[in-house]
């Protein structure tokens, strides 16, 4: 299990990035924010990990965290869904309010600039629901494993400390 991989990005956070349902993600929302980015889908396995999502927004949102959901095709194409219909699934099936971006490659030729910026000199995604952790100072400081599960007490340590 690759548990934890402490790698500080050299670049900033791409600031142009864009919510599943086609706007801007203002820039504000993640301004001195600490923010759990997740490659999602829909069709996984691992898929009930939704609510340990959900659950650790719940408990760290008003102390500043913020989770983004990244849908992903890439991987069996588990997420194959129209943006409309994920939105829908999440909302539905986990009740997910947090921020869904728009479905993005993690890996190979087409990566995204923001999973460029994650992923950085390090190994590629290994599934879904991979996590990078970005601090206030939008550097990724910890990347978690696909099947570490949000209530993870590892993950939730380097939260708290990333909080402050």
């Known amino acids: 299990m690759e548990n934890v991989v402490i790698r500080l990005a050299t670049m900033p956070l791409p600031a142009n990035l864009t919510t599943l349902d086609g706007a801007a993600?203002?820039?504000?929302?993640?301004?001195?924010?600490v923010i759990l980015f997740v490659n999602v889908a829909s069709k996984c396995g691992l898929t009930p990990q939704y609510s340990g999502l959900v659950e650790l927004d719940k408990e760290y949102g008003d102390r500043g965290l913020v989770i983004v959901g990244v849908p992903?095709?890439?991987?069996?194409?588990?997420?194959?869904?129209?943006?409309?219909?994920?939105?829908?699934?999440?909302?539905?099936?986990?009740?997910?309010?947090?921020?869904?971006l728009e479905k993005q490659d993690v890996n190979g030729p087409s990566r995204s600039p923001?999973?460029?910026?994650?992923?950085?000199?390090?190994?590629?995604?290994?599934?879904?629901?991979?996590?990078f952790l970005v601090g206030r100072d939008g550097q990724v400081v910890s990347r978690f494993d696909p099947k570490t599960p949000p209530d993870d007490a590892e993950l939730k340590a380097t939260i708290e400390k990333a909080l402050g």
């Open 25 to 33: 993600l203002s820039p504000e929302t993640l301004e001195n924010k």
């Open 114 to 131: 923001l999973y460029q910026f994650l992923v950085g000199d390090g190994p590629d995604i290994s599934w879904n629901f991979g996590k």
């Open 72 to 100: 992903c095709n890439q991987f069996g194409e588990q997420e194959p869904g129209s943006p409309e219909e994920i939105k829908d699934f999440a909302k539905t099936k986990y009740d997910v309010d947090f921020t869904l």
